[in-house]
Structure formats: C-alpha cells, structure tokens
C-alpha cells in the first residue's frame, strides 16, 4: 500500500537553531502533500499545502517566513521550522495524495508524525 | 463554514462488546467524502473506514461500519467486538471533491477495558 515516512522521527533543538523535517512518499507520486501540527490531545491543524514545483499555500494564521516548505519532487516535501523557539514544540505529521489514486478515493496517506521539543 | 464535530471526548466500552462514535458535519456541498482515522498511542494516522457521499450503502471495514445518514449529515462509527488494541484516538474527517484539504473533527479518546 502508499506509505509516507517522515525523518526524523524526533528531533531536540537549541531555540534560535532551525530544523528541517522530510515526508517522502515511497511508492508513489504525491503532487500534493500537507503538513499538519497535532498539541496533546488534540486534533490535526493543517499548516500549509504543499504543491511540486510552487510556492506552499499556507493557512491563516501560520508564519510562512517561519515555517519553510519545500516540495522539489514527486516524491519529497520539507518543512523547516526556523529560529525554533519553546512554543514550536509540537507533533507535526504530513500526510501526500497519490495523484492516481486521489481522484477514486480523495483519500490521503499519513507520515508517522515528528515531534520536536525545543529547548 | 465546513464543520465536523465530535460530540463525545471519551468513551470507554468493555472488550467484545459494541461502541459508536457519533460524527456531525455540515457543508453545502452535494459531493464529498468522510473518513474515520484512528491514531494509537504510536500516532500513526490509520485509515479506519471510508464513505462516498453519493453511495446510499453504508460502508463496511470487518468489525468496523457505518450508519451514514446524509440528510442529517450524520457519520457514525460502530465498532463490533471491540478488542484491546482499538483503544485509541478516533478522528472524523471530512472532504469536498472540489478542494484536497482534510477537516477533521476535534477527536473522541476510546478506551476499551479488558
């Protein structure tokens, strides 16, 4: 079936350092992947849309400036977490559409997720 | 707006016996899709069940099904002989045929006892 890593699994960051994580598509093409922030108890916040080849969209509310995303191939997307601070400390999950597969089913596939603790 | 909403926070149910999780959503949209994704504690999003708006039949996923009642927007999960390794957090999720982006709903935490 689709599978969707993400690396790395945690990080621990110094605040004022940036992060970078990856969410890769490993047996399919994804045009489209998403990133999502998930506090403790609580539900899934779309961040920003990420298309191959263009600019992310961003949701209202969320610093484009500070949260950098990538998606340079079909297979790829990153998301950078600049001057990390405490309070970007979270559990962040993208999930990608299978281009083929999206138009039967709309249905996207979950990275097991990254938590990042910023001290 | 698009909305979903989870009514029930927690839920427990003794192991082999029969739980629903409630789900409401509201839109305006005459085509779209609902899903039902369980996080573990592990927090790898799993897709439970799936539904198609414009399917009448309710779907069916082994112990897992649903009674989708499109006219009150209604999307509920059951879940049959429920078992320890279900214990987990349920997300109800909603999207349109016309835009990619997922609305879930806020979660209900289902613990099953043994």
């Known amino acids: 079936g689709a599978v969707v890593s993400q690396h790395p699994s945690w990080v621990i960051c110094k605040s004022g350092t940036s992060v970078k994580i990856e969410c890769r598509s490993l047996?399919?093409?994804?045009?489209?992947m998403f990133w999502y922030r998930q506090f403790p108890k609580q539900s899934l916040m779309l961040m920003a849309t990420?298309?191959?080849?263009?600019?992310?969209?961003?949701e209202q509310g969320v610093e484009k400036d500070k949260f950098l995303i990538n998606h340079a191939s079909l297979t790829l997307s990153t998301l950078t977490v600049t001057s990390a601070h405490p309070e970007d400390s979270s559990f962040y999950i993208c999930?990608?559409?299978?281009?083929?597969?999206?138009?039967?089913?709309?249905?996207?596939?979950f990275g097991p997720g990254t938590r990042l603790t910023v001290l | 707006a698009q909305t979903v909403t989870q009514s029930q926070p927690e839920m427990s149910v003794q192991e082999a016996e029969t739980v629903t999780l409630s789900c409401t959503y509201d839109?305006?949209?005459?085509?779209?899709?609902l899903f039902w994704y369980k996080q573990p504690p592990s927090r790898q999003m799993i897709l439970v069940i799936r539904q198609e708006a414009y399917k009448q039949q309710n779907a069916t996923e082994n112990r897992f099904s649903v009674n989708f009642q499109k006219a009150a927007k209604s999307f509920s999960l059951k879940i049959s002989d429920s078992q320890l390794g279900d214990t987990a957090m349920y997300f109800c999720?909603?999207?349109?045929?016309?835009?990619?982006?997922?609305?879930f709903g806020t979660g209900t935490r289902l613990k099953v006892l043994a």
């Open positions: 839109t305006s949209e005459s085509n779209y899709y």
């Open positions: 990420s298309n191959e080849g263009s600019k992310a969209t961003y």
């Open positions: 047996d399919f093409q994804a045009t489209t």
């Open positions: 999720a909603f999207i349109t045929s016309g835009t990619y982006k997922y609305i």
């Open positions: 999930s990608a559409r299978d281009q083929i597969l999206a138009g039967l089913t709309n249905e996207q596939f």
